[in-house]
C-alpha cells in the first residue's frame, strides 16, 4: 500500500493507494477514534457494486454503519439532496464524532463533504473515492460543494477529510469513458508541476488506456504527491492552489453551458485545458509546440478540444460567474510550458473571445 501524507497546519491525513482498500476501510477508520455510528453515502451505481462491501469492513470494525443512497449524476450536488441526508444522519443519530464516509466519484465526494462540513457544524469526513478522476483530484485537498442553478460549485467550503482510501482496484469496473475523464485532471498535474510525468504518460498511454494495475497506481501515486505538495502551500487557495484549476475555468463554463449532461467534468477539463493553452499561445506565454503537446496526449486519452454544441457567447457569459474571479476579473492559469504555469488577471477580452470561437467551431 502507497502512502501519501497531506500535512496541515490544522492536522493532516493519510491518503492509502492500493487495491483492496475498500475491504480494509474498517480497519483504516477505526484507529482515528472517531464514534460507533458513520454513515455511508453512495450513489444508486456505486452502492450497487460496493456499498456492501464497504458496509461489512465497517461493521467487522465494530462500527454502527448505515447506507444513505443518492441519484447519481451532477443533479445530486444540490441544496436538496444535501438537506435528505441531513435527515438521513438525523434518524440514523449520527453525533459530532459520527464520520460521514463518501464512496464514490467526485459528486457523491463534493455532497458528502459538504454536508459532512455543515451538519452540526462539522463531523469527521472520510473519502473512499471509486473514480480515476476523484482519487486524482476530488478526494484529496478539502473541497466540498453543491450546484446552484447559476453555475457548478458556488456553494461549499474548504473542509479537509480525515482519511482517504484510494481502491485502485475498483478502477477495473470504470466505463472507458469514466476512465478518460480521469485522465484529465491527471494530465493537468503533468502541465501545471511535472514535465517528466507528462513525458510518462505519453510513454505509457497504452498501459494507462489498458488499465495495467502497476501504471495506473504509480499515476494515481503521482498525482496525490503533486496535489498534497500544492494544498500544504495554499490550503484555502489564497494564491499557488489556483493553478490546480488548469482548463477549469472554460471547463465549468462549457459543463454549465451544457447543462452538465453532455459533458463529463473531465471532458469539460480537457477542452479548458486546450482553450487555457491556446490562449497561452495567443498572450506569448509558450510557443505553438506546448499547445500542440497538450492537445495531442489528450487526444491520445481520447477526451475532446472543442466544446461542440456550444456557442462562444454561451459560454462567455458563464465565465463572467466564474467563483474565482475577483471584482469580475478572471484569474487565468495560462502555460509558460509543459510542468510550469502562472497565474495572470491580464488577459484581454479579444483574446479569450478568439479562443472561445476557435474551440466552439
Given at each position: ?13 493519510t ?120 482519487q ?61 510525468f ?14 495495467e ?37 472554460i ?21 479548458g ?26 487526444e ?5 478540444t ?24 478572471i ?31
Amino acid at each position: 500500500m502507497a502512502e501519501v501524507k497531506v500535512r496541515l497546519s490544522g492536522g493532516g491525513y493519510t491518503i492509502h493507494i492500493a487495491p483492496g482498500g475498500l475491504d480494509k476501510l474498517g480497519g483504516l477508520v477505526r484507529p482515528l477514534n472517531l464514534g460507533d455510528r458513520v454513515l455511508v453515502v453512495a450513489d444508486a451505481t456505486v452502492a450497487a457494486l460496493y456499498g456492501e462491501r464497504a458496509l461489512v469492513s465497517l461493521r467487522q470494525a465494530g462500527m454502527n454503519a448505515s447506507l444513505a443512497v443518492v441519484p447519481p449524476g451532477e443533479e445530486s450536488k444540490s441544496l436538496a439532496a444535501a438537506e435528505a441526508l441531513y435527515s438521513q444522519a438525523i434518524d440514523h443519530g449520527l453525533d459530532r464524532k459520527s464520520a460521514i464516509i463518501a464512496v464514490g466519484g467526485g459528486v457523491v465526494g463534493d455532497l458528502a463533504g459538504f454536508v459532512a462540513a455543515t451538519y452540526l457544524r462539522g463531523v469527521p469526513f472520510i473519502q473512499v473515492p471509486t473514480t480515476l478522476l476523484a482519487q486524482v483530484d476530488s478526494s484529496v485537498g478539502g473541497k466540498v460543494a453543491v450546484n446552484h442553478p447559476a453555475g457548478k460549485n458556488l456553494i461549499g467550503a474548504f473542509y479537509q477529510p480525515r482519511l482517504v482510501v484510494a481502491d485502485t482496484g475498483v478502477l477495473t469496473t470504470l466505463p472507458a469513458r469514466e476512465l478518460a475523464s480521469g485522465l484529465a485532471e491527471v494530465v493537468k498535474y503533468g502541465v501545471i508541476a511535472d514535465a517528466d510525468f507528462f513525458a510518462y504518460l505519453g510513454a505509457n498511454s497504452a498501459a494507462v488506456l489498458a488499465s495495467e494495475p502497476a501504471v495506473i497506481g504509480e499515476i494515481v501515486r503521482r498525482s496525490c504527491e503533486i496535489k498534497a505538495a500544492v494544498v500544504e502551500q495554499d490550503e484555502k487557495e489564497s494564491h499557488l492552489r489556483m493553478i490546480l484549476n488548469f482548463g477549469h475555468t472554460i471547463g465549468h463554463a462549457v459543463e454549465a453551458a451544457t447543462g452538465f449532461t453532455r459533458y463529463t467534468h473531465g471532458e469539460g477539463v480537457a477542452i479548458g485545458m486546450y482553450g487555457a493553452a491556446r490562449l497561452s499561445s495567443i498572450l506569448g506565454r509558450c510557443g505553438g509546440e506546448t499547445v500542440a503537446a497538450v492537445a495531442a496526449l489528450l487526444e491520445r486519452f481520447r477526451l475532446p478540444t472543442v466544446a461542440r454544441g456550444c456557442r462562444a457567447a454561451d459560454l462567455a457569459a458563464y465565465l463572467a460567474r466564474d467563483k474565482k474571479s475577483v471584482g469580475g476579473t478572471i484569474n487565468w492559469v495560462l502555460a509558460d510550458a509543459i510542468g510550469r504555469v502562472a497565474i495572470s488577471s491580464e488577459v484581454p477580452e479579444a483574446a479569450v473571445r478568439q479562443v472561445l470561437e476557435e474551440i466552439t467551431r
